[in-house]
């Protein structure tokens, strides 16, 4: 999405073809997954796929005419800007409704197996009933392990340790379910042998223990917010699947309803408490530990009122029992996400307008006082510095200036938000000014060597104070995970801020013999590095602000304050 972004934000940049590469694969993404929709969900994502597909199609005609920088190409990016981000959205919902409906239950087929594989000599349609289960297992296997790998390439996880262990973990289950079933015949047919017995338990235990890691893995790489959203749907489709079956007098379909709440009740409990050890903040963990002790509580007379109503669906009594009950499942389900939601407060509005520009009702032309006489000497004094505020305007660069474009796209990801209360954000947007500087040295635009290489000092002194206050704000953050990550984006950037000023110190011995082959190299290298540099940046500002909002302001008394900027 990021490299999608970056082509569409600069359509006549020759960025030799890898946003609409970018784009082709988040389409072909949504195609993968609407083949597992419902009408009319499914219909809806293929259309929105084809529109995308087309309208990329399109602008990338226009580039390579020549009219990236055309108004009607200007549009057609920014048509297609909001149909993608679009498509992402419908596509990580899907994957998130997909993770709350297939995770519910894992390992149901994996004990269906195993009591088919045991199943004693002389038993009814012992070798068919083994063959549908080992079917029924390796298709479940394979769905949880496809999900698991859709929502590491399209399901918004930023962390790249857990993509990649998810993805890893996928795989090593796809190799490893034929070799429980093939274990699991043998003992079939070798009840009596005690090392088919042995050996089949090995891989029994070593499938549930991949599934348990993914299973965790894939909590972790899922919004818990919308997962529990996710789930609250999944509960409203099984209650009116029970609400159906009482009506209809089918037992079976109401013991399935209330067992599917039961399971999607159990995997909430199982979510929140990992989100629970996951923090440090003491108030946080309580919270969520007594929402689903609520949740535990509730599940109980949900299960009796259903026996209830299924050994006689028409009592009028146990009908309301029932739906008292499944009630307070759903509601307490809702508590637990009300109870993480408090722990992610919006960052606080802007001040009101009263405490920005001051009463000047009293005031009068008449109390003016006089005006300062006019400085004495020849030359004027000199201009003051330019105010730090968050309204400085940076033009568009043209598809010709990577490392001002780099720039600019940090300059665009930090005006989100003001400077005021903000030292990260005010160092972000000084990089992008001072990146925007060096682009203009670098093409030769005014300025010496000593200039050049004066501002890429300049860069690798505020690229420290990005990282200072990155790591005040991890410190701080009580959500272990989110703390990780943004230490480890913030990291890079000193070690690229170095590499920086050594690649500037090298550039600045080229000027004035622009155009030879150790100049073009040295270009190409400085580019590479600046690009990485506003990169960084970007993704310690993201990953700043998630740590911002796990901060317990009241223990820490952090300063920082996180407010948008008008569009």
Same mark, same amino acid.
């Given at each position: 999405?990021?490299?999608?972004?970056?082509?569409l934000?600069?359509?006549?940049?020759?960025d030799k073809?890898?946003? @609409?590469?970018?784009?082709?694969?988040?389409?072909?993404?949504g195609?993968?997954v609407a083949?597992?929709?419902?009408e009319p969900?499914?219909?809806?994502?293929?259309?929105? =796929?084809d529109?995308v597909?087309?309208?990329?199609? +399109?602008?990338?005609q226009?580039? @390579?005419?020549? /009219?990236g920088?055309?108004?009607?190409?200007?549009?057609?990016?920014?048509?297609?800007?909001?149909?993608?981000s679009?498509?992402?959205t419908?596509?990580?919902?899907?994957?998130?409704?997909?993770?709350?409906d297939?995770?519910? &239950?894992p390992?149901?087929?994996?004990k269906e197996?195993?009591?088919?594989a045991k199943?004693?000599?002389g038993?009814?349609?012992?070798?068919? +009933?083994y063959?549908?289960?080992?079917?029924?297992?390796i298709?479940?296997n394979?769905?949880l392990?496809?999900?698991?790998?859709?929502?590491?390439?399209?399901?918004? =996880?930023?962390?790249?340790?857990?993509?990649e262990?998810?993805?890893?973990?996928?795989n090593q289950?796809?190799?490893l379910?034929?070799?429980?079933?093939s274990?699991?015949?043998? /003992?079939?047919?070798?009840?009596?042998?005690e090392?088919?017995?042995?050996?089949?338990?090995?891989l029994?235990?070593?499938w549930t223990?991949?599934?348990?890691?993914?299973?965790?893995l894939?909590d972790?790489?899922?919004?818990?917010?919308?997962?529990?959203?996710?789930?609250?749907?999944?509960?409203?489709?099984?209650?009116?699947?029970?609400?159906q079956?009482?009506?209809?007098?089918?037992?079976q379909?109401?013991?399935?309803?209330?067992?599917?709440?039961?399971?999607?009740?159990?995997?909430?409990?199982?979510?929140?408490?990992?989100e629970?050890?996951?923090?440090?903040?003491p108030?946080?963990?309580?919270?969520?530990?007594?929402?689903?002790?609520?949740?535990? +509580?509730?599940? *109980?007379?949900?299960?009796?009122? !259903?026996?209830?109503?299924?050994?006689?669906?028409?009592?009028l009594?146990?009908?309301h029992?029932?739906?008292?009950?499944?009630q307070?499942v759903m509601d307490s389900?809702? &508590?637990?996400k009300?109870?993480?939601l408090?722990h992610?407060?919006?960052?606080?509005?802007?001040?009101?307008?009263?405490?920005?520009v001051?009463?000047m009702s009293?005031?009068?032309?008449? *109390?003016?006082?006089p005006r300062?006489?006019l400085p004495?000497? #020849?030359?004027?004094?000199?201009?003051?510095?330019p105010?730090?505020?968050?309204?400085?305007?940076?033009?568009?660069?043209?598809?010709?200036?990577?490392?001002a474009? !780099?720039?600019?796209e940090?300059?665009v990801e930090? @005006?989100?938000? *003001?400077s005021?209360g903000n030292?990260?954000?005010?160092?972000?947007?000084?990089?992008?000014?001072?990146?925007?500087?060096m682009?203009?040295?670098?093409?030769?635009?005014?300025?010496s060597?000593?200039? /050049?290489i004066d501002?890429a000092? !300049?860069?690798a002194?505020?690229?420290?104070?990005?990282?200072?206050?990155?790591?005040?704000?991890?410190?701080?953050c009580?959500?272990?995970?989110?703390?990780?990550?943004?230490?480890?984006?913030c990291?890079?950037i000193?070690?690229?801020?170095?590499?920086?000023?050594?690649?500037?110190?090298?550039?600045?011995?080229m /000027?004035?013999?622009?155009?030879s082959?150790?100049?073009?190299?040295?270009?190409?290298?400085l580019?590479?590095?600046a @690009?990485?540099?506003m990169? !960084?940046?970007?993704?310690?500002?993201?990953a700043?602000?998630?740590?911002?909002?796990?901060?317990?302001t009241?223990?820490?008394?952090?300063?920082?304050?996180?407010v948008? #900027?008008?569009?």
């Open positions: 999405m990021e490299q999608a972004q970056r082509w934000n600069n359509p006549a940049y020759d073809g890898l946003g @609409q590469r970018a784009i082709a694969g988040i389409v072909a993404q195609r993968k083949r597992s929709l419902k969900e499914r219909g809806d994502m293929l259309r929105l =796929c529109e597909e087309t309208l990329s199609q +399109n602008l990338a226009q580039c @390579q005419r020549g /009219l920088d055309s108004p009607q190409a200007q549009a057609v990016a920014k048509r297609l800007a909001e149909k993608l679009l498509l992402q419908k596509i990580e919902s899907a994957i998130t409704t997909q993770v709350a297939s995770f519910m &239950d390992y149901t087929p994996i197996l195993e009591i088919a199943a004693p000599l038993t009814p349609n012992r070798e068919p +009933n063959t549908a289960k080992s079917r029924n297992f298709e479940h394979t769905k392990a496809d999900i698991a790998q859709r929502l590491g390439e399209a399901g918004g =996880c930023n962390d790249k340790r857990v993509v262990e998810m993805n890893a973990t996928a289950l796809r190799e379910a034929p070799q429980v079933v274990a699991g015949r043998i /003992l079939l047919n070798n009840p009596d042998n090392v088919a017995r042995e050996h089949f338990e090995l029994k235990d070593e223990k991949g599934m348990q890691k993914l299973t965790g894939v972790q790489a899922t919004d818990t917010v919308k997962f529990i959203e996710a789930t609250e749907a999944g509960m409203k489709r099984d209650a009116a699947m029970v609400a079956a009482i009506h209809e007098k089918n037992p379909n109401i013991v399935m309803g209330a067992g599917n709440m039961a399971r999607r009740a159990d995997r909430v409990i199982q979510v929140a408490g990992q629970a050890d996951n923090s440090d903040d108030k946080f963990v309580n919270d969520v530990r007594a929402a689903t002790e609520k949740v535990k +509580n509730s599940v *109980s007379p949900m299960i009796a009122g !259903a026996k209830e109503v299924t050994v006689n669906p028409g009592d009594d146990a009908q029992r029932w739906h008292s009950a499944q307070g389900v809702g &508590d637990v009300d109870a993480i408090m992610q407060a919006p960052p606080p509005p802007p001040p009101p307008m009263e405490d920005i001051p009463d009293h005031m009068s032309l008449e *109390s003016a006082p300062p006489p004495s000497g #020849q030359m004027p004094p000199p201009r003051p510095p105010p730090e505020d968050e309204d400085v305007y940076m033009a568009k660069p043209s598809s010709e200036q990577p490392i474009i !780099a720039a600019y940090l300059h930090a @005006q989100k938000w *003001s005021k030292d990260l954000i005010r160092a972000a947007k000084k990089m992008a000014l001072l990146m925007a500087e682009s203009k040295h670098v093409r030769g635009e005014g300025g060597k000593k200039d /050049l501002c000092k !300049a860069i002194k505020a690229s420290q104070e990005v990282t200072k206050h990155a790591r005040d704000i991890a410190q701080k009580t959500d272990r995970r989110i703390k990780l990550n943004l230490l480890q984006v990291e890079r000193p070690t690229i801020a170095t590499q920086l000023k050594i690649l500037s110190t090298v550039k600045a011995t /000027l004035g013999a622009q155009g082959e150790e100049d073009q190299e040295a270009t190409e290298m580019v590479g590095n @690009q990485n540099l990169q !960084a940046v970007k993704e310690t500002v993201r700043a602000e998630a740590a911002s909002i796990k901060i317990r009241d223990v820490a008394g952090v300063r920082i304050r996180w948008r #900027q008008n569009p």
